[in-house]
């Protein structure tokens, strides 16, 4: 019993120097305020280049003289799916921003929005093909345009179609920007790095910093189900 008491205390004794000693929470606060900024960001950017890219490539595809936007926007996308994201960070970090002065969350987040943005371009483009082309053909002959119609009446309902899927690739965003700490930036993963070279044990601030990570993507989820839950609603009224 008394050995089994003591082993709880040195469990409880390693997560409080991991979290409370020398105020090293503040360290995970520091981390987790620059993933959000980092995820918030690349989200921004992932959703307009994805949706931007899937609607070029869906309104070019049947126009003369401009498949070369297609192949293009075909070549983004083969491109970013095709390499890992780490090497897509060096590469715009070393690459593209090489001032001193240069801000490693805005690097970061243009990278991981870049890479999202991709991904999201398959998923849209999947959506909007999933709407039935009578819906297009009805929108023209109310006498609106090709964006018009996109935006009003496609568009709407792709959304609702790919929303999960979509939420998907959100959460699987939130948890890439672990590799952001390659370009020094201290965001979670990096912050429990840090902690445990100095408690000497690191795997009390690597489960703390997963659960951070695991109450950021429930939060999320739990979102997606109510954003979800509200449009379902808005249907049945």
């Known amino acids: 019993m008394d050995a089994i008491l003591n082993w709880f205390n040195q469990v ?8 409370i000693t020398e105020h090293r929470y503040m360290f995970y606060l520091e981390g987790l305020r620059n993933t959000l900024l980092i ?30 936007i297609k192949s293009l926007c075909n070549l983004y996308v083969t ?24 801000n490693e969350i805005i690097v970061a987040g243009i990278c991981f929005g870049i890479n999202s943005g991709a991904y999201v371009a398959e998923i849209v483009r999947a959506g909007i093909e999933s709407i039935d082309k009578g819906q297009y053909e009805a929108g023209r002959s109310l ?21 999960p899927a979509l939420g998907n ?54 979102l997606l189900h109510f954003i979800e839950g509200r449009m379902d609603q808005g249907d049945r009224n």
């Not at 799916?81 to 002065?101: C, K």
């Not at 018009?148 to 929303?163: D, E, G, H, S, V």
């Not at 690597?206 to 939060?219: D, K, N, P, R, S």
């Open 143 to 163: 006498g609106l345009n090709g964006n018009q119609t996109m935006f009003t009446i496609i568009m709407p309902q792709a959304i609702k179609n790919i929303l």
């Open 12 to 19: 409880g004794q390693s997560y409080y120097d991991a979290f």
């Open 39 to 68: 995820s918030f960001l690349a989200l921004l950017i992932g959703a307009f280049l994805g949706i931007l890219v899937a609607v070029i490539r869906f309104s070019t595809a049947n126009i003369k003289g401009l498949h070369w």
């Open 79 to 102: 491109i970013i799916r095709g390499t890992p994201v780490l090497l897509q960070l060096l590469i715009i970090y070393n690459l593209i921003f090489t001032a001193r002065n240069t």
């Open 169 to 222: 690739e959100f959460i699987v965003l939130i948890k890439e920007t672990s590799v952001a700490s390659i370009i020094a930036i201290t965001d979670l993963s990096k912050a429990a790095q840090f902690i445990g070279s100095r408690t000497y044990d690191v795997l009390p601030p690597l489960i703390i910093a997963a659960a951070c990570y695991l109450i950021m993507v429930i939060g999320f989820t739990k």
